[in-house]
């Protein structure tokens, strides 16, 4: 078979004059196993567009809800994609906070975030333009909490999860904004 | 052949009284270095240039100023010099991350940029020699864009051309370019 190297530049590296950047994450992610998936759907051209994704029917939970309505700190502020030269990966770092306290929270919610590395987490940005508006980090690696810090001062647990994966960005996409949404509403409805 | 060492300053070291115009122009050009068929340099001038399937690179915010962070530095360790540019993509979702961002790390590339000063030669080509590639990438909600450190280093300190000789309109939108 003829060899062919890596695809070259296909786009142009310009801004969008008329629709620009919204910046910002919603207040409300999901967080998942990626082992409680039952199926999915990726598309069959680019491998980073998730469109479908299955869980359990219900009465089982396997979905949790982040929920970061402080303005201070922003919505998932910290959450950043760093290309890694040694690795030639990109490493994901997705941060938030969490304010619950004692012995059952820190059971339930804490310590699972550093005892397993296959957690996903899609974040909804505030620019809906279709592909792009959700994000999905750790679908290839697994996110691992790698730092977690609670004082009395900030009030909250400030969480941060990190893998390093391949692909610059996944998304949850499918058709368009709206179909994207109604199957992240879906998801919510799957919470603990 | 007799031997002939490098060759000495052939020029004046001195400042010109008209102050320089600092900075770049907005629209920049790259193109994968698989698609420069031809490329003669001549006394750090492009002499002979043969390519197809350019791209734009467009930064027109005020900050960071197009192309802020380019800069060349001499490297006594490799004898070359070490060049350096920056530019920001505010392009989201997997589409973008496959057409662009993903393909960026994969390959090489030669970048044009204008300066604002027009003093004959305002067409800097970065890794004309070596080829660029990327260093460092970052993306967050709190900029907004994705910022794209690519390096390289050449033994020429800088690359240019007669500016009548390259047609940017033509090589940002993929036609060919032979001169």
Redesign the interface.
């Known amino acids: 078979m003829a060899f062919t190297p890596c695809s070259s530049l296909a786009g142009n590296i310009a801004s969008d004059c008329t629709n620009p950047r919204i910046k910002g994450y919603e207040s409300i992610g999901l967080i998942f196993r990626k082992k409680d998936v039952e199926t999915f759907v990726v598309d069959a051209t680019n491998s980073r567009i998730i469109k479908n994704l299955t869980f359990p029917a219900a009465p089982v939970k396997s979905v949790g809800i982040i929920y970061n309505p402080r303005q201070s700190p922003a919505h998932f502020n910290g959450t950043k994609t760093e290309f890694q030269l040694e690795s030639n990966q990109f490493k994901k770092t997705v941060q938030f906070y969490y304010e619950g306290i004692g012995g059952i929270n820190s059971f339930n919610v804490v310590e699972p975030l550093k005892n397993l590395n296959d957690y996903v987490i899609i974040l909804e940005r505030k620019d809906k333009r279709g592909d792009g508006s959700y994000q999905v980090f750790g679908w290839e690696s697994g996110l691992t909490a790698t730092a977690q810090v609670y004082d009395e001062e900030t009030g909250y647990w400030l969480i941060t999860m990190e893998c390093e994966e391949p692909h610059s960005e996944l998304t949850l996409f499918d058709t368009d904004y709206e179909t994207t949404k109604a199957k992240f509403e879906e998801f919510k409805l799957l919470c603990y | 052949m007799s031997f002939t060492p490098c060759r000495g300053i052939t020029q004046n070291i001195t400042n010109n009284c008209q102050p320089r115009i600092k900075g770049f122009e907005q629209l920049g050009g790259?193109v994968?270095k698989?698609?420069i068929i031809a490329i003669g340099v001549v006394n750090n001038g492009i002499r002979e240039l043969h390519l197809y399937?350019g791209?734009?690179?467009?930064?027109?915010?005020q900050s960071p100023k197009p192309f802020n962070g380019y800069k060349v530095e001499f490297n006594p360790e490799t004898n070359c010099y070490k060049k350096t540019i920056q530019?920001y993509?505010?392009?989201?979702?997997?589409?973008?991350?496959?057409?662009?961002?993903?393909?960026?790390?994969?390959?090489e590339?030669m970048i044009v940029i204008e300066r604002k000063e027009k003093l004959n030669c305002a067409f800097i080509f970065i890794g004309a020699q070596n080829g660029l590639h990327?260093?460092?990438?970052?993306?967050?909600?709190?900029?907004?864009?994705w910022l794209i450190t690519m390096e390289t280093e050449e033994p020429a300190s800088e690359i240019s051309t007669d500016d009548t000789k390259i047609d940017m309109e033509d090589f940002?939108n993929g036609e060919e370019i032979n001169f």
């Open positions: 790259i994968d698989r698609f399937n791209f734009p690179i467009y930064n027109p915010r530019f993509y505010e392009g989201i979702g997997a589409a973008n991350a496959k057409n662009i961002i993903d393909s960026l790390k994969d390959n590339f990327v260093t460092e990438m970052v993306e967050d909600e709190d900029t907004g864009y940002i």
